[in-house]
């Protein structure tokens, strides 16, 4: 074979082995992208501090998430997430910088268009940040309202939301005294209270590293009623009142003792038994029936205490009444 050839055929091979690199490199780059892409979905947990489901809020319902990229000046997500899956209700997806810039997060339970939810969001700021809220108490004081700690600056991996109650929660029972009890007293399932306050309004930023709530107001309140239990707006007990109403008080032998509404307790100023209902505070408020006890008409419950006054009648003699028996 000429020399001639032979360099023709080495430069062919030299021109193959060039393109395969080539060819080899395109396709590791393109993986690679591809992998990147994969993998940097911005993905969502939910905790919540002090309770017992892995969800946003008593409800799991949907919730909102605020974010920003490092340096931006609009947020980067504005979605709404569900509140089960963790995933944008829209079916958008987002996806981490690729420029080594960190992202900022924000959240809170429920979104603000959940039915019900009493939640406004008003104009919000990027570089601040601040995410206002004016909120108001469902009328049925059974709606959780939570904020997630914010999560800041991060580059990667799954987004660990962590929300924490930012209303009061309060539930109202009844007991019987020892005393009752031990005379054999029970109280029948089923009774409910009344829960009357001074405010269910105010506003909250959501972006806060702690948030609080500033000036209360009332909005259209009424009594909360019909429950045992209520998720209210966090304030002084000073002027609020509850009321154990719907309960019946049953004797030893379970026939019906009193049935109807108890008198209410009003919180005073100078109160020490509750000066507060605290932000992210779970309230029991138990109420001992005693046997001086009186209904929502200033009644007793019970009666004056059953006494018994004894005598005895001498024996009586018949003239005569000894009887003489000789002993076999």
């Known amino acids: 074979m000429s020399n001639q050839i032979l360099k023709g055929m080495k430069k062919i091979l030299f021109l193959l082995t060039i393109a395969g690199a080539l060819a080899s490199c395109s396709t590791n780059e393109v993986s690679d992208v591809n992998d990147l892409a994969k993998n940097s979905e911005i993905t969502f ?40 899956s963790n995933d944008p209700i829209s079916g958008n997806k987002y996806l ?17 268009s959940v039915t019900g939810s009493g939640i406004t969001v008003g104009d919000t700021d990027v570089s601040t940040p601040s995410i206002p809220i004016t909120y108001t108490v469902s009328a049925d004081g059974n709606e959780d309202f939570t904020i997630a700690a914010p999560v800041l600056n991060q580059s990667a991996d799954l ?23 031990t005379a054999g007293y029970t109280i029948k399932e089923g009774y409910t209270s009344t829960l009357t306050l001074l405010y269910n309004t105010s506003t909250i930023n959501a972006a806060d590293d702690s948030p609080t709530w500033g000036t209360l107001s009332a909005t259209s309140i009424d009594p909360y009623t019909e429950a045992a ?17 719907g309960i019946t008080i049953l004797a030893k032998d379970g026939s019906e003792i009193f049935n109807g509404d108890l008198k209410s307790y009003t919180f005073s ?23 001086t006890a009186t209904d929502s008409g200033n009644q007793d419950v019970f009666g004056d205490e059953i006494q018994f006054s004894a005598s005895m009648v001498d024996w009586e003699s018949e003239t005569g009444s000894t009887v003489d028996i000789t002993q076999p």
Request: glycine share 6%; with cysteine; proline share 2%.
């Open 96 to 112: 981490w910088p690729g420029n080594g810039k960190t992202v900022s997060f924000y959240a809170f339970c429920p979104s603000s």
């Open 45 to 84: 947990s939910t905790l919540r501090d002090k309770v017992e489901t892995r969800a946003a809020n008593d409800d799991s319902e949907d919730y909102q998430v605020y974010a920003v990229i490092e340096g931006g000046t609009t947020w980067f997500i504005n979605e709404e997430y569900g509140g089960t």
């Open 229 to 245: 239990t209520y998720i209210i707006m966090p304030q002084s007990t000073s002027g609020c009142s509850v009321q154990i109403t």
């Open 269 to 291: 100023a100078d109160n020490t038994v509750l000066s507060e209902f605290k932000q992210g505070n779970y309230y029991i408020l138990s109420f001992e029936i005693t046997n």
């Open 159 to 181: 987004v660990e939301l962590e929300f924490s109650h930012v209303l009061s929660k309060v539930s109202v029972t009844a007991t019987l005294s020892q005393e009752l009890t």
